[in-house]
């Protein structure tokens, strides 16, 4: 059996997940729906298990520039929204009824420290942002887990995970470590697990048509189970059950059923603007809620569906300019000072 798994620029397949994920958590903040999209969250930790295992096929001399590629793919955009969020409730309060302005969790949330605001939240100034601090806290056990041993990278991560959210779970510790070593971290491990399911899967020797109906039922059952679940789970700690294994069956079987197929170019693009999308939709999400209120369902659609394009218009040029421009400068001036 092969170790790797083809490594291309992009897997396109991933990229339509993304688009999905993001559309979901797009239609959550809506509220128009009610609870319905909260999926998005468990497929993109699912994606970013799944993700490490993937590019650090390339060899140990990945884990020298890891960190650093991380943070500069993740951070510069975080910390713009994060601003733009501060400035813009700074200035219209009612804006957000859960989110403290105070500059000191300014500062926290541009750090990725929790904490509980003023009124009562565990929410960054920026709230989609709480889950980008599980983000970072994944990616500093990669980090430290390619160091340890880069043959058992994979077995390092989840057993630190594992750990970690066992002793959350049993011993009384301080805010902050209580937040990380939390069992939704175990969402991570899920994606990690997928990569070799992918792995095994793609060398078994069988009848593909068979197999594609197994996935597209999979892919049917499993998106059902996380709808249904992410409407009524709450308890973060329940999430990597109800909604996490059901969004890696999803996401095995979505990958592994269209994995062969050539999606159009603009959907792609779509994929790469995710993140941004992730960022953008925060605001316009509010504003659908500003502008349909008091109106038919009729109208809340058609502005549901126009806010929708409105969003990605403006992911991608987010990620054009923030993701690729002002990332790719940064990424040169490091490299002139090393030099």
């Known amino acids: 059996m092969s170790d790797k798994i083809a490594n291309n620029n992009?897997?396109?397949?991933?990229?339509?997940?993304?688009?999905?994920?993001?559309?979901?958590?797009?239609?959550?903040?809506?509220?128009?729906?009610?609870?319905?999209?909260?999926?998005?969250?468990?497929?993109?930790?699912?994606?970013?298990?799944?993700?490490?295992?993937?590019?650090?096929?390339?060899?140990?001399?990945?884990?020298?520039?890891?960190l650093k590629k991380k943070i500069i793919r993740l951070v510069p955009v975080y910390w713009f929204y994060t601003i733009m969020a501060f400035v813009l409730i700074k200035i219209?309060?009612?804006?957000?009824?859960?989110?403290?302005?105070?500059?000191?969790?300014?500062?926290?949330?541009?750090?990725?420290?929790?904490?509980?605001?003023?009124k009562g939240f565990d929410l960054p100034v920026f709230a989609p942002g709480w889950t980008l601090n599980y983000e970072m806290f994944f990616i500093i056990i990669c980090f430290i887990s390619l160091y340890i041993s880069y043959r058992f990278r994979s077995l390092c991560v989840c057993l630190i995970i594992a750990f970690a959210a066992a002793c959350g779970n049993i011993f009384s510790?301080?805010?902050?470590?209580?937040?990380?070593f939390s069992t939704f971290m175990l969402e991570f491990?899920?994606?990690?697990?997928?990569?070799?399911i992918i792995k095994f899967l793609k060398n078994i020797k069988s009848k593909e048509v068979l197999f594609k109906l197994v996935y597209a039922i999979a892919i049917l059952v499993s998106f059902s189970l996380m709808v249904y679940f992410g409407n009524r789970i709450v308890e973060l700690s329940e999430r990597e059950?109800?909604?996490?294994?059901?969004?890696?069956?999803?996401?095995?079987?979505f990958y592994m059923l269209s994995r062969n197929i050539k999606y159009p170019r603009f959907m792609i693009s779509l994929g790469n603007c995710a993140y941004s999308f992730y960022m953008v939709e925060y605001f316009t999400a509010k504003i659908f809620k500003v502008v349909t209120d008091g109106r038919n369902d009729f109208i809340k659609i058609f502005i549901l569906l126009l806010m929708l394009l409105i969003t990605f218009i403006f992911s991608y040029i987010s990620y054009n300019i923030i993701e690729v421009k002002f990332t790719n400068l940064l990424k040169s001036k490091i490299r002139k000072k090393i030099k």
């Open 173 to 180: 510790l301080p805010y902050e470590l209580h937040y990380y």
């Open 10 to 66: 992009r897997i396109e397949s991933i990229q339509i997940i993304r688009i999905i994920a993001a559309v979901g958590i797009y239609i959550l903040h809506t509220g128009f729906f009610g609870g319905y999209g909260v999926f998005g969250v468990e497929i993109f930790n699912v994606i970013s298990g799944f993700l490490f295992m993937y590019t650090s096929q390339k060899g140990i001399e990945y884990r020298n520039d890891f």
């Open 241 to 253: 059950i109800f909604i996490g294994i059901p969004a890696m069956i999803f996401f095995i079987s």
């Open 189 to 196: 491990c899920l994606g990690i697990i997928s990569w070799y």
């Open 92 to 118: 219209f309060p009612s804006y957000s009824a859960i989110v403290d302005t105070d500059v000191k969790y300014l500062i926290k949330s541009l750090c990725f420290i929790p904490f509980i605001n003023s």
